[in-house]
């Protein structure tokens, strides 16, 4: 498989919606209208913790150009249900309630009501209008004061989920997992090194640029029509008739192009609530498009983590015993990344005696939703600061130390399976005999690396590929392409049927116009849904090679497709001359009719894929603040489709992980209060922050995909966090238990170091 | 509220529009006129998803009242394009695969044209410095530096 030659696969050709990216001409979320729409606006509580006693709206209703106005308690009681998914799972009860605020306000930013008026100007004058009762609770902040004894509860009814020993009811801990291997008081006994600490990350956002946006319209016959920004068209048809009480065949979802998400459009906050809008209002159309601050207070984002890894060790670097406790902020509801987090923590080693705890609870914050491999990034700079700890301790070379322990072809992961052929050795490898890792460093700089890696997900993706009479042909899957998606399905196409890739137009359907496909995430759309776009272009290869036996008069055994063209094989070449796509395309009608191939599938387990990441940072000792001078990015994509792309997805993941490293964090008063919901006070990285980020593609073939393709989005932001603080540690000789490595934060330590 | 009557050029177009006065300039291009290719990222000036050229000065246009623009010259990025001629810095942001979601490219474009016209031979650092008012969360902005700093080079006549 591995020695297949490609013609199309691992070209760079330019996306075929790129075109309208660079003019202006893509409709994001907020650039459709529709006749006779109205203009929403939301409601949201200033209290990070409040029982809602009344909402009486009536005054905004009666105001000029309102139309409709909703709160909790017009919308129905969902019960609790959870549910799996893409990137984690979520219980269609809380996602309601998060829409929509039912009896408490659990955090600074929760939507409590919402308005149409005619215009956004008379929406956003209606909610002042609104009158709230609120009785304010004591909010919970940390996951510290979430369990301790006498702790306010968010939720009294809230079951506690998971293995172990769960804690009684009422509890902030939503959920517990675990995973243990060998025996954790021998594997000490037998350890010669011992290292052990206590780390901290703070809850930070997503960041897409696009906020999010929808409209929402409801007719006569009880049909609904949405437009929205989502990493999942069907996800939101079926979310939104969960929270509405609805069958989901009502609603139809045309996504429009998306302006980011990483995780952070996996879920729902608008569309029931427009729904809702625009069923009081008389069907009229409803607009609702969120504000940056709205994002930042009530969507995204991911956990603030604590976390306390001992490693134990012989005096050669075998690591022969592992214990991590990990506990998630999980915001308002239950569902934070905690299980992932505990099953890559020690993911990337052999270590035989281990023992990983995980809790979820619930603070008063946003509820966080799915963020690049979400729950990894966080345990890994635990893992990987402790990894660099032990490698100075024993005076190995942190890679060496990593390539005596690491996990290969055949090793069981501690979360049960074994791996399949991984690249994290040969990753390793590649940082070693990088340039960068031999490079003499200046004055007060440092180097810091670090490995990780993400599982990928396969899940469930359909396809349908059409040729037409001029021999062109167009792929249709069900994922939004979030980041040149489209071109990697037109170079898959292209690869089977053997025409350029820009013959072919590939497009994302709506809820009715393909077969199911679950959302664009967990890296899974290349590899699923790029596996059903192979299936389905072989479906076409099959029917046009029967086209050409039937015009040959001789069996399809005997017909070959190759390189765009069907070829005669034994007898039958004696007589004819291969035809291409084009000659059979023609005469479709006479040879039996239009030729449309198709596949659904269920991908089977994706293939994690495994990285190693350089950082060198310069230091300033006088302010405290630091800058990445050097930085590369090594990682196995089992196969690089388009590797543009693919370098794209690890520069971007390399530079949110640094972002993350070294400013981001939300900031809260004491009530609970968001102080920076903006991107002047959110501190994301800008182009002057960053130099160019190195990239090297590793590609150890994936068997369970037909190229070889793993996914690559998420690994990315991995290794990063523990890159950058490896490097801070190197260049200060200060190790950073707690991001971010912000200037008041590094300063601080050098003074306190002297 | 009575509404203001505002007389403009776009993109080399004679266009007008009635707004509220407290409209910003993006809402009266995104609403009044259409012009969608301008994004809204934050609407307080820190993103740059919404740059526009205005009388020759790059602005974001969330923090330019609609009122303001009263018998001046905007330039959006529906504007860049020469008929089916794609400006240079759209091409090598096409080549460079200097885009992945798309949604802050319209706002780079406008931002680096300024850029070039200003400087038609930035360093990287200048080219980092000058677009530090754009926020892209997707690429890293590597691509993005490399697409700019070759339309440059196109532009000067050098081939890369």
Same mark, same amino acid.
């Given at each position: 498989?591995?020695?297949?030659?490609?013609?199309?696969?691992?070209?760079?050709?330019?996306?075929?919606?790129?075109?309208?990216?660079?003019?202006?001409?893509?409709?994001?979320?907020?650039?459709?209208?529709?006749? *006779?729409?109205?203009?929403?606006?939301?409601?949201?509580?200033?209290?990070?913790?409040?029982?809602?006693?009344?909402?009486?709206?009536?005054?905004?209703?009666? %105001?000029?150009?309102?139309?409709?106005?909703?709160?909790?308690?017009?919308?129905?009681?969902?019960?609790?249900?959870?549910?799996?998914?893409?990137?984690?799972?979520?219980?269609?009860?809380?996602?309601?309630?998060?829409?929509?605020?039912?009896?408490?306000?659990?955090?600074?930013?929760?939507?409590? %009501?919402?308005? %149409?008026?005619?215009?956004?100007?008379?929406?956003?004058?209606?909610?002042?209008?609104?009158?709230?009762?609120?009785?304010?609770?004591?909010?919970?902040?940390?996951?510290?004061?979430?369990?301790?004894?006498?702790?306010?509860?968010?939720?009294?009814?809230?079951?506690?989920?998971?293995?172990?020993?769960?804690?009684?009811?009422?509890?902030?801990?939503?959920?517990?997992?675990?995973?243990?291997?060998?025996?954790?008081?021998?594997?000490?006994?037998?350890?010669?090194?011992?290292?052990?600490?206590?780390?901290?990350?703070?809850?930070?956002?997503?960041?897409?640029?696009?906020?999010?946006?929808?409209?929402?319209?409801?007719?006569?016959?009880?049909?609904?029509?949405?437009?929205?920004?989502?990493?999942?068209?069907?996800?939101?048809?079926?979310?939104?008739?969960?929270?509405?009480?609805?069958?989901?065949?009502?609603?139809?979802?045309?996504?429009?192009?998306?302006?980011?998400?990483?995780?952070?459009?996996?879920?729902?906050?608008?569309?029931?609530?427009?729904?809702?809008?625009?069923?009081?209002?008389?069907?009229?159309?409803?607009?609702?498009?969120?504000?940056?601050?709205?994002?930042?207070?009530?969507?995204?984002?991911?956990?603030?983590?604590?976390?306390?890894?001992? /490693?134990?060790?012989?005096?050669?670097?075998?690591?022969?015993?592992?214990?991590?406790?990990?506990?998630?902020?999980?915001?308002?509801?239950?569902?934070?990344?905690?299980?992932?987090?505990?099953?890559?923590?020690?993911?990337?080693?052999?270590?035989?005696?281990?023992?990983?705890?995980?809790?979820?609870?619930?603070?008063?914050?946003?509820?966080?939703?799915?963020?690049?491999?979400?729950?990894?990034?966080?345990?890994?700079?635990?893992?990987?600061?402790?990894?660099?700890?032990?490698?100075?301790?024993?005076?190995?070379?942190?890679?060496?130390?990593?390539? /005596?322990?690491?996990?290969?072809?055949?090793?069981?992961?501690?979360?049960?399976?074994?791996?399949?052929?991984? *690249?994290?050795?040969?990753?390793?490898?590649?940082?070693?005999?990088?340039?960068?890792?031999?490079?003499?460093? *200046?004055?007060?700089?440092?180097?810091?690396?670090?490995?990780?890696?993400?599982?990928?997900?396969?899940?469930?993706?359909?396809?349908?590929?059409?040729?037409?009479?001029? *021999?062109?042909?167009?792929?249709?899957?069900?994922?939004?392409?979030?980041?040149?998606?489209?071109?990697?399905?037109?170079?898959?196409?292209?690869?089977?049927?053997?025409?350029?890739?820009?013959?072919?137009?590939?497009?994302?359907?709506?809820?009715?116009?393909?077969?199911?496909?679950?959302?664009?995430?967990?890296?899974?759309?290349?590899?699923?849904?790029?596996?059903?776009?192979?299936?389905?272009?072989?479906?076409?290869?099959?029917?046009?090679?029967?086209?050409?036996?039937?015009?040959?008069?001789?069996?399809?055994?005997?017909?070959?497709?190759?390189?765009?063209?069907?070829?005669? /094989?034994?007898?039958?070449?004696?007589?004819?001359?291969?035809?291409?796509?084009?000659?059979?395309?023609?005469?479709?009608?006479?040879?039996?009719?239009?030729?449309?191939?198709?596949?659904?599938?269920? %991908?089977?387990?994706?293939?994690?894929?495994?990285?190693?990441?350089?950082?060198?940072?310069?230091?300033?000792?006088?302010?405290?603040?630091?800058?990445?001078?050097?930085?590369?990015?090594?990682?196995?994509?089992?196969?690089?489709?388009?590797?543009?792309?693919?370098?794209?997805?690890?520069?971007?993941?390399?530079?949110?992980?640094?972002?993350?490293?070294?400013?981001?964090?939300?900031?809260?008063?004491?009530?609970?209060?968001?102080?920076?919901?903006?991107?002047?006070?959110?501190?994301?990285?800008?182009?002057?922050?960053?130099?160019?980020?190195?990239?090297?593609?590793?590609?150890?073939?994936?068997?369970?995909?037909?190229?070889?393709?793993?996914?690559?989005?998420?690994?990315?932001?991995?290794?990063?966090?523990?890159?950058?603080?490896?490097?801070?540690?190197?260049?200060?000789?200060?190790?950073?238990?707690?991001?971010?490595?912000?200037?008041?934060?590094?300063?601080?330590?050098?003074?306190?170091?002297? | 509220?009575?509404?203001?009557?505002?007389?403009?050029?776009?993109?080399?177009?004679?266009?007008?529009?009635?707004?509220?006065?407290?409209?910003?300039?993006?809402?009266?291009?995104?609403?009044?006129?259409?012009?969608?290719?301008?994004?809204?990222?934050? $609407?307080?000036?820190?993103? #740059?998803?919404?740059?526009?050229?205005?009388?020759?000065?790059?602005?974001?246009?969330?923090?330019?009242?609609?009122?303001?623009?009263?018998?001046?010259? !905007?330039?959006?990025?529906? #504007?860049?394009?020469? $008929?089916?001629?794609?400006?240079?810095?759209?091409?090598?942001?096409?080549?460079?695969?200097?885009?992945?979601? #798309?949604?802050?490219?319209? #706002?780079?474009?406008?931002?680096?044209?300024?850029?070039?016209?200003?400087?038609?031979?930035?360093?990287?650092?200048?080219?980092? @410095? @000058?677009?530090?008012?754009?926020?892209?969360?997707?690429?890293?902005?590597?691509?993005?530096?490399?697409? !700019?700093?070759?339309?440059?080079?196109?532009?000067?006549?050098?081939?890369?």
């Amino acid at each position: 498989m591995s020695e297949r030659k490609f013609k199309y696969v691992g070209t760079r050709p330019i996306r075929h919606d790129g075109l309208d990216k660079v003019t202006g001409r893509a409709e994001f979320g907020a650039d459709q209208e529709m006749p *006779g729409m109205l203009w929403g606006a939301i409601l949201r509580s200033p209290h990070a913790h409040a029982r809602i006693r009344q909402i009486d709206a009536s005054k905004a209703l009666a %105001a000029p150009g309102v139309k409709a106005a909703v709160t909790g308690a017009d919308m129905p009681k969902v019960p609790h249900r959870w549910m799996g998914g893409a990137e984690g799972g979520m219980d269609f009860g809380d996602v309601a309630e998060n829409c929509l605020a039912r009896e408490k306000a659990l955090y600074h930013g929760h939507a409590v %009501a919402a308005v %149409a008026a005619a215009t956004q100007q008379q929406a956003q004058d209606a909610l002042a209008l609104i009158q709230v009762d609120y009785e304010v609770l004591e909010p919970v902040l940390d996951v510290e004061r979430a369990l301790a004894p006498g702790a306010p509860i968010l939720d009294p009814e809230l079951e506690p989920m998971g293995h172990g020993a769960l804690p009684a009811k009422p509890t902030n801990v939503a959920t517990c997992v675990g995973f243990r291997g060998g025996d954790l008081a021998q594997g000490f006994r037998e350890a010669e090194v011992v290292v052990e600490r206590s780390f901290r990350t703070p809850m930070v956002h997503q960041g897409y640029i696009e906020p999010h946006a929808c409209i929402a319209r409801t007719g006569e016959d009880g049909k609904i029509l949405i437009w929205c920004s989502t990493q999942g068209a069907f996800m939101v048809q079926m979310m939104s008739a969960m929270a509405l009480g609805l069958d989901p065949n009502l609603i139809k979802v045309i996504p429009s192009e998306i302006g980011g998400g990483f995780g952070g459009k996996t879920t729902i906050y608008l569309e029931p609530v427009a729904i809702e809008l625009s069923r009081r209002a008389g069907g009229r159309p409803v607009k609702l498009v969120m504000t940056r601050e709205e994002v930042f207070r009530a969507t995204g984002p991911t956990s603030g983590t604590s976390i306390r890894i001992k /490693l134990g060790a012989k005096r050669d670097g075998r690591l022969v015993a592992g214990q991590a406790r990990l506990v998630y902020e999980a915001g308002a509801y239950r569902g934070s990344p905690v299980g992932p987090g505990a099953m890559t923590v020690f993911g990337s080693y052999k270590i035989p005696h281990f023992e990983i705890e995980g809790l979820d609870v619930l603070v008063n914050k946003p509820k966080v939703a799915a963020y690049r491999a979400p729950g990894a990034p966080m345990a890994n700079f635990a893992m990987e600061s402790l990894m660099d700890e032990l490698a100075r301790e024993l005076r190995i070379d942190p890679i060496e130390l990593r390539l /005596l322990n690491a996990v290969s072809e055949g090793c069981k992961a501690p979360y049960g399976p074994r791996y399949g052929p991984i *690249g994290l050795v040969e990753s390793l490898r590649a940082a070693k005999e990088h340039p960068h890792y031999k490079a003499p460093l *200046g004055k007060n700089q440092g180097r810091g690396i670090a490995a990780g890696f993400w599982f990928n997900a396969g899940l469930q993706s359909s396809a349908v590929v059409s040729v037409n009479m001029d *021999g062109s042909a167009v792929v249709r899957t069900g994922n939004p392409d979030i980041g040149g998606s489209r071109a990697s399905m037109a170079i898959m196409a292209a690869e089977e049927l053997g025409i350029p890739v820009e013959r072919i137009r590939p497009m994302v359907g709506d809820t009715e116009s393909v077969g199911y496909c679950d959302l664009t995430g967990g890296s899974r759309t290349t590899f699923a849904t790029g596996m059903a776009v192979i299936e389905a272009a072989r479906d076409v290869v099959r029917q046009l090679r029967e086209r050409a036996a039937k015009i040959w008069s001789c069996s399809v055994d005997d017909v070959k497709w190759e390189d765009g063209m069907a070829i005669p /094989l034994n007898a039958a070449a004696e007589k004819n001359k291969p035809l291409p796509l084009i000659a059979l395309t023609v005469q479709m009608g006479a040879t039996g009719g239009p030729i449309v191939g198709r596949a659904s599938l269920t %991908a089977p387990a994706a293939g994690p894929g495994f990285a190693v990441h350089l950082c060198d940072l310069e230091v300033d000792p006088e302010t405290g603040r630091s800058e990445v001078r050097r930085y590369t990015a090594i990682q196995d994509a089992g196969k690089a489709v388009h590797p543009g792309y693919v370098e794209g997805q690890m520069q971007g993941g390399a530079a949110q992980g640094i972002g993350w490293a070294l400013n981001e964090e939300y900031v809260w008063d004491a009530e609970g209060v968001v102080q920076n919901p903006g991107f002047l006070d959110y501190r994301m990285p800008v182009a002057s922050d960053l130099p160019m980020v190195d990239t090297v593609i590793i590609e150890v073939a994936n068997p369970t995909h037909p190229y070889g393709v793993r996914g690559v989005g998420e690994t990315p932001i991995v290794p990063p966090l523990a890159a950058v603080a490896n490097a801070m540690r190197d260049a200060t000789g200060v190790r950073f238990e707690q991001l971010p490595l912000s200037p008041p934060a590094v300063l601080a330590a050098l003074e306190a170091r002297g | 509220m009575s509404r203001t009557h505002v007389e403009t050029s776009v993109n080399g177009e004679p266009a007008e529009f009635l707004c509220q006065p407290s409209e910003t300039l993006l809402d009266a291009l995104r609403n009044q006129l259409g012009l969608t290719g301008t994004k809204e990222g934050c $609407g307080t000036g820190d993103c #740059g998803a919404c740059s526009v050229m205005l009388d020759g000065q790059l602005v974001p246009a969330c923090l330019v009242l609609a009122p303001e623009v009263e018998g001046r010259s !905007v330039e959006t990025i529906e #504007g860049i394009a020469r $008929g089916e001629k794609l400006h240079p810095l759209q091409r090598k942001f096409l080549e460079h695969a200097a885009l992945q979601c #798309g949604i802050c490219t319209p #706002g780079f474009i406008v931002a680096a044209k300024a850029l070039l016209e200003k400087n038609p031979s930035p360093t990287e650092a200048q080219a980092r @410095y @000058y677009l530090a008012g754009n926020l892209c969360r997707c690429t890293g902005y590597d691509k993005i530096i490399r697409a !700019v700093l070759d339309a440059g080079a196109e532009m000067r006549g050098e081939s890369a």
